[in-house]
Nanobody, 120 residues
């Protein structure tokens, strides 16, 4: 199972940008699909973005399409979520995930979560 450790996040004003990072351990990371999910207070965890092992196929939730970009660097065992034009409704705890079934069925490997707060 892939171990995931997240970094990044924090407080930003509406319209601003943030990048989340997720460091993975284990050789299997390079051969699995990865993704990001988020959970707002009182709500279920929702799909945000995902990509295949090679990075060629990418999927996004409609709510973030055109504003968020998922990427990965298999040589460094890293994955990223670049978030632009942030809105208050993007406020949530964000989780990285590995070994998911594309486009949005999560695998068993989760990061610890990181808070993103967007002020209006």
């Amino acid at each position: 199972q892939v171990q995931l450790v997240q970094s990044g996040g924090g407080l930003v004003q509406a319209g601003g940008s943030l990048t989340l990072s997720c460091a993975a351990s284990g050789q299997t990371f390079r051969s699995v699909a990865v993704g990001w999910f988020r959970q707002a207070p009182g709500k279920e965890r929702d799909f945000v973005a995902s990509q295949d092992w090679f990075g060629a196929l990418k999927y996004y939730a409609d709510s973030v399409k055109g504003r968020f970009t998922i990427s990965r660097d298999n040589s460094k065992n890293m994955m990223y979520l670049k978030m632009n034009s942030l809105k208050p409704e993007d406020t949530a705890v964000y989780y990285c995930n590995a070994d998911l079934q594309l486009p949005f069925r999560p695998g068993d490997s989760w990061g610890q979560g990181t808070q993103v707060t967007v002020s209006s």
